[in-house]
């Protein structure tokens, strides 16, 4: 069964210091890569996604993620994090090609940016 | 607007009765998804249109619900009979094409339902 994790369901981090959010994914074939980012109270933000080429992606608000193939992981990270940077963040994947549209969505991981 | 547009952004309605949520699309796209989140918790996925065709609608909870979508823009998603596991956010939202593309989602901020 196709699959997403993001391992862990919160992430602590001390404002300044580098963070990082897991994901790693269980997908045939070779799957398009989201994060998204949900404030409080509201929707959620697209980030930044993976299609294909160089492995580091970056996206707004200062993040990137690094997609490792054979490890089949694609994990957020930011060199130096903001209080404004706690959320709630996603990652999602979608198969490429054909009539699928579906996302397949990890379960969220609760980012806390302590000042 | 410029962005996915749900309404309302708060309902409360007693045991049984019925809701209608609205979500109003970017324009120009033409696939539209629901989703329901638990509080703080990950995404439920309910039903997506392509066009005003709903070709997957394998997440409905149960016959209570169903959607419609017309002229390719505007969605409602209706829930008869509502019980109080029905309480959550509802999350409408768009992307300019269909699958197996890479065009991210656009959300929108959701309806808060609570059913008292």
């Known amino acids: 069964a196709q699959s997403v994790a993001q391992p862990e369901d919160q992430v602590n981090v001390a404002e300044g210091n580098p963070l990082t959010v897991k994901c790693t994914y269980s997908?045939?074939?070779?799957?398009?890569l989201f994060w998204y980012v949900q404030y409080p109270n509201r929707g959620l933000q697209f980030l930044l996604k993976?299609?294909?080429?160089d492995n580091l992606v970056k996206g707004s608000y200062g993040f990137e993620a690094e997609f490792n193939k054979s490890q089949t992981s694609f994990h957020l990270k930011k060199p130096s994090a903001l209080v404004s940077d706690s959320a709630l963040y996603f990652c999602?994947?979608?198969?490429?090609?054909?009539?699928?549209?579906?996302?397949?969505w990890g379960a969220g991981t609760k980012l806390i940016i302590k000042p | 607007g410029a962005g996915v547009s749900q309404s309302p952004s708060n309902k409360v309605t007693e045991k049984g009765k019925d809701v209608e949520l609205r979500c109003d699309p970017i324009?120009?796209?033409?696939?539209l998804y629901w989703y329901r989140q638990s509080l703080g918790q990950g995404l439920e996925f309910l039903i997506y249109?392509?066009?005003?065709?709903?070709?997957?609608k394998s997440g409905l909870p149960s016959d209570r619900f169903s959607a419609e979508r017309t002229g390719g823009s505007v969605s409602t998603l209706t829930i008869q009979r509502t019980q109080q596991e029905d309480s959550a956010v509802y999350l409408c939202?768009?992307?300019?094409?269909?699958?197996?593309?890479?065009?991210?989602?656009?959300f929108g901020n959701g309806t808060r339902l609570t059913v008292t």
């Open positions: 939202a768009s992307s300019l094409r269909q699958g197996g593309d890479n065009s991210p989602l656009h």
């Open positions: 324009s120009g796209h033409t696939a």
């Open positions: 249109f392509q066009g005003n065709s709903a070709p997957d």
């Open positions: 997908v045939s074939g070779n799957p398009y």
């Open positions: 993976y299609i294909t080429g």
């Open positions: 999602a994947v979608r198969d490429r090609g054909g009539s699928n549209y579906q996302l397949i």
